[in-house]
């Protein structure tokens, strides 16, 4: 090979080398620009999201200490409001209606405490959680005396459903307090407190109803709804307080200095401890509602999807007991074993079922075949002595028509033309004296003198026992009267038997 072809072959290797550099150049750029991108999107988005959530540089922190503060002290005009908002949540649980108790929740100033007890705890400052819960303490026991005073007094209390749906709190109580709480301290510490959330909180945790409900219980003598409604007020209350406490933590709240180093760390270990006495509960009344609407839920499918839509199944009452894991379903008919055992299967298909009891009530000896058999044997024997009736009716006619003949007879023998009927005298004289209970009529011969006969007419009459004496002769006197025109003679001798 010459020398310039040599030259020639170099210079393309070459040039081939550095087109290869560049295209891995541009490959990396392309890549580094991507990066860049994406970086850049990134932090976009981490920008965006932290201007939208982000409210720590709005918070005024010692306005709303002073705000929280000041919304503790419970006297004068504020339990007189209190005293107010309780009667008419009162009247709003047993009138039914939801509008009056929205109106009473928006009135009630028991928000106040709460709070002071999540702010005390989160700074720890001791005075003020002290104040804040004789405070709370003494709003509940004047809320509880109100509606129990209305509710004993008030002569129309009855159960409702605004009053039914405090007594079974449930997960999502949990829930609507603690975010209701959230909701209410971030308004609380941002600058210029946002009214409408506030009232809002007010009108979802439902702080005052809880409460009537509970006096309603103590009035009714009903303490499982006594203990319903307080275990929701609880929920409520210690829900908003944790959400508090959080809340002011995230925003590094100052803590409460005190001059004495010994003071400051033991009331920082009896806030810390406060604060974990308070969480425990939460905590363990979260996980206890939320197993038991578990429990609720998977109850509920079980009945509608097992039973409900079973047409050989007809369930009459149904009852869920919690405490004892037992579910009892009463039926109207006959459950057989088939079915018993089926129901029993379909049970273990449902997880939080799977530990609780089913009894199954059922009437064994009445089925529907069996009663629509003894329906049919009743009409039969009321048709059978219908008929026994009719017949005995029928012979009872056949009898008065025979006697009535034989009267006929007896009276028609009577050779004395002026002979009258006996029975028809005797139906009148019934008529006419409704008192009378026996009657007898004969004409009878008398001798005054033992030599000359005289014919006289003479009626036996009994009277009813409950006639007094003077009743009964003036009765006597009309009957005589009438018997003298009945039978068109001059005397007529009235005989008493």
């Given at each position: 090979?010459?020398?310039?072809?040599?030259?020639?072959?170099?210079?393309?290797?070459?040039?081939?080398?550095?087109?290869?550099?560049?295209?891995?150049n541009?490959?990396?750029e392309?890549?580094?620009?991507?990066?860049?991108?994406?970086?850049?999107?990134?932090?976009?988005?981490?920008?965006?999201?932290?201007?939208?959530?982000?409210?720590r540089?709005?918070?005024?922190?010692?306005?709303?200490?002073?705000?929280?503060?000041?919304?503790?002290?419970?006297?004068?005009?504020?339990?007189?409001?209190?005293?107010?908002?309780?009667?008419?949540?009162?009247?709003?649980l047993?009138?039914?209606?939801?509008?009056?108790?929205?109106?009473a929740?928006?009135?009630?100033?028991?928000?106040?405490?709460?709070?002071?007890?999540?702010?005390?705890?989160?700074?720890?400052?001791i005075?003020?959680?002290?104040?804040?819960?004789?405070?709370?303490?003494?709003?509940?026991?004047?809320?509880?005396?109100?509606?129990?005073?209305?509710?004993?007094?008030?002569?129309?209390?009855?159960?409702?459903?605004?009053?039914?749906?405090?007594?079974?709190?449930?997960?999502?109580?949990?829930?609507?307090?603690?975010?209701g709480?959230?909701?209410?301290?971030?308004?609380?510490?941002?600058?210029?407190?946002?009214?409408?959330?506030?009232?809002?909180?007010?009108?979802?945790?439902?702080?005052?109803?809880?409460?009537?409900?509970?006096?309603?219980?103590?009035?009714?003598?009903?303490?499982?709804?006594?203990?319903?409604?307080?275990?929701?007020?609880?929920?409520?209350?210690?829900?908003?307080?944790?959400?508090?406490f959080?809340?002011?933590?995230?925003?590094?709240?100052?803590?409460?200095?005190?001059?004495?180093?010994?003071?400051?760390?033991?009331?920082?270990?009896?806030?810390?401890?406060?604060?974990?006495?308070v969480?425990?509960?939460?905590?363990?009344t979260?996980?206890?509602?939320?197993?038991?609407?578990k429990?609720?839920?998977?109850?509920?499918?079980?009945?509608?999807?097992?039973?409900?839509?079973?047409p050989?199944?007809?369930?009459?009452?149904?009852?869920?007991?919690?405490d004892?894991?037992?579910?009892?379903?009463?039926?109207?008919?006959?459950?057989?074993?088939?079915?018993?055992?089926?129901?029993?299967?379909?049970?273990?298909?449902?997880?939080?079922?799977?530990?609780?009891?089913?009894?199954?009530?059922?009437?064994k000896?009445?089925s529907?075949?069996?009663?629509?058999?003894?329906?049919?044997?009743?009409?039969?024997?009321?048709?059978?002595?219908?008929n026994?009736?009719?017949?005995?009716?029928?012979?009872?006619?056949?009898?008065?028509?025979?006697?009535?003949?034989?009267?006929?007879?007896?009276?028609?023998?009577?050779?004395?033309?002026?002979?009258?009927?006996?029975?028809?005298?005797?139906?009148?004289?019934?008529?006419?004296?409704n008192?009378?209970e026996?009657?007898?009529?004969?004409?009878?011969?008398?001798?005054?003198?033992?030599?000359?006969?005289?014919?006289?007419?003479?009626?036996?009459?009994?009277?009813?026992?409950?006639?007094?004496?003077?009743?009964?002769?003036?009765?006597?006197?009309?009957?005589?009267?009438?018997?003298?025109?009945?039978?068109?003679?001059d005397?007529?001798?009235?005989?008493?038997?």
């Amino acid at each position: 090979m010459s020398d310039e072809n040599k030259f020639n072959f170099s210079e393309d290797v070459n040039s081939q080398m550095t087109n290869e550099m560049n295209k891995e150049n541009a490959v990396e750029e392309k890549k580094e620009a991507v990066k860049k991108d994406a970086q850049g999107l990134f932090s976009s988005i981490s920008n965006f999201l932290s201007e939208l959530l982000d409210f720590r540089d709005d918070t005024d922190r010692d306005e709303t200490v002073a705000a929280i503060k000041a919304d503790i002290p419970f006297k004068g005009a504020t339990a007189w409001i209190l005293v107010c908002s309780i009667m008419v949540a009162s009247v709003g649980l047993n009138a039914n209606s939801t509008a009056v108790v929205i109106g009473a929740m928006l009135i009630s100033p028991l928000m106040g405490p709460i709070l002071g007890v999540g702010l005390s705890i989160a700074i720890n400052d001791i005075d003020t959680l002290k104040k804040s819960l004789i405070n709370l303490a003494t709003m509940i026991v004047l809320s509880l005396l109100t509606a129990f005073l209305f509710f004993w007094l008030f002569p129309l209390s009855e159960d409702t459903s605004e009053l039914m749906g405090r007594t079974r709190p449930d997960i999502r109580d949990v829930l609507i307090a603690f975010f209701g709480g959230l909701a209410l301290i971030i308004a609380r510490t941002k600058r210029g407190t946002i009214a409408s959330v506030i009232f809002g909180v007010a009108i979802a945790t439902a702080l005052m109803p809880p409460l009537c409900t509970a006096g309603y219980g103590l009035a009714k003598g009903n303490w499982e709804y006594f203990g319903g409604a307080m275990y929701l007020f609880g929920i409520n209350t210690i829900f908003i307080a944790l959400a508090t406490f959080l809340v002011l933590k995230l925003l590094r709240f100052p803590m409460l200095k005190y001059a004495n180093s010994k003071k400051r760390k033991r009331i920082a270990r009896l806030a810390s401890l406060v604060a974990i006495i308070v969480m425990i509960p939460a905590f363990w009344t979260f996980l206890t509602v939320l197993q038991e609407s578990k429990y609720e839920r998977d109850y509920k499918s079980y009945v509608e999807n097992e039973i409900e839509t079973n047409p050989n199944l007809w369930l009459q009452r149904k009852v869920l007991d919690k405490d004892n894991k037992r579910i009892s379903l009463f039926f109207n008919g006959d459950v057989s074993d088939e079915m018993i055992s089926d129901l029993q299967n379909e049970k273990r298909n449902y997880e939080n079922l799977v530990d609780f009891d089913l009894v199954i009530n059922a009437n064994k000896t009445r089925s529907a075949d069996r009663l629509n058999q003894s329906l049919d044997r009743a009409y039969a024997d009321l048709d059978e002595k219908d008929n026994i009736i009719d017949g005995l009716q029928k012979q009872i006619i056949t009898l008065e028509e025979n006697i009535t003949n034989l009267n006929q007879l007896i009276e028609s023998s009577n050779t004395n033309k002026d002979a009258i009927s006996f029975s028809s005298l005797s139906r009148d004289a019934k008529v006419r004296f409704n008192d009378l209970e026996f009657f007898g009529y004969a004409k009878m011969l008398e001798s005054k003198d033992f030599i000359n006969i005289d014919t006289v007419n003479v009626a036996n009459v009994r009277w009813k026992v409950a006639l007094n004496d003077s009743i009964v002769l003036a009765k006597e006197r009309a009957l005589q009267k009438w018997l003298k025109e009945e039978l068109k003679v001059d005397t007529v001798y009235i005989r008493r038997n």
